[in-house]
């Protein structure tokens, strides 16, 4: 098992650009989630999926589209990039039937929006 | 709403100095899970231990321990006779049975364990 997969792990855009972040599982998880990582806030949630056709806002959604035509893939989308969406990006996914259960996160994505 | 707070931004050890990370929680539901989480330099999250708003047995493992207290809605972690590999900013969570699902970190404590 690869677990969570996401590409690219790094990657620069001018300001008003888009681009896509790539997230993948082999586990056969339903719920999956994007969360970005800033200094000093911990990680906060972008967006979720509790299954392929199914997703939701999280904390901070603004900018941000997601969609999720299988269950295997969750891709993230910056529609024009902004200097404030400069993060970390992780991707993590977990088993929908126990709320408690353990979130796997994928390695990361760092963007930097010029 | 449910909320972390990590109030320790860094803590600085030598080591084999034992350290406790603060984590205090707040959330209206009466069911819920408590997540550590570590992040080493290398920036991926390592998954350390999950409790349950109903377990409230202290846990240890290896040179780690937890501390989990209701009545004080705390989720404290100790780690004895700490080590340099030990040195990673540390998170606590909350996920709730209701809900997103998602988890709610707090802000995070760098650990530096000088040799």
Same mark, same amino acid.
């Given at each position: ?43 906060? +949630?972008?967006?979720? !999926?509790?299954?392929?056709?199914? %997703? ?7 900018? =941000?589209?997601?969609? $999720? ?6 891709? +993230?989308?910056?529609? !024009?990039?902004?200097?404030?969406? %400069? ?7 977990? =088993?929908?039937?126990? $709320? ?15 | ?115």
């Amino acid at each position: 098992n690869a677990g969570v997969t996401q590409t690219p792990k790094f990657q620069v855009l001018k300001t008003g650009q888009s681009m896509t972040l790539q997230c993948a599982q082999d586990m056969n998880h339903e719920y999956m989630s994007w969360y970005r990582q800033d200094p000093g806030m911990g990680l906060r +949630l972008i967006h979720y !999926s509790v299954g392929a056709g199914i %997703t939701d806002q999280g904390e901070v959604p603004n900018g =941000y589209n997601v969609s $999720r035509s299988t269950t295997e893939d969750f891709p +993230l989308r910056l529609l !024009s990039a902004a200097p404030s969406q %400069t993060s970390v990006y992780f991707c993590a996914s977990s =088993y929908s039937s126990h $709320r408690g259960g353990e979130q796997y996160f994928g390695p990361g994505t760092r963007l930097t929006v010029t | 709403a449910q909320k972390v707070t990590q109030a320790q931004t860094e803590i600085s050890v030598v080591e084999k100095e034992d350290v406790t990370l603060d984590c205090v929680y707040e959330t209206r539901d009466t069911t819920y899970y408590l997540f550590w989480y570590k992040q080493p330099p290398s920036g991926e999250l390592v998954f350390l231990i999950r409790r349950n708003s109903f377990d409230e047995q202290n846990e240890i493992s290896g040179r780690y321990s937890w501390n989990f207290q209701k009545s004080t809605s705390s989720f404290n972690f100790t780690i004895t006779a700490s080590q340099v590999v030990d040195s990673a900013v540390y998170f606590c969570a909350l996920s709730e049975e209701t809900g997103r699902r998602a988890l709610t970190f707090g802000s995070g404590t760098r650990l530096q364990v000088q040799p």
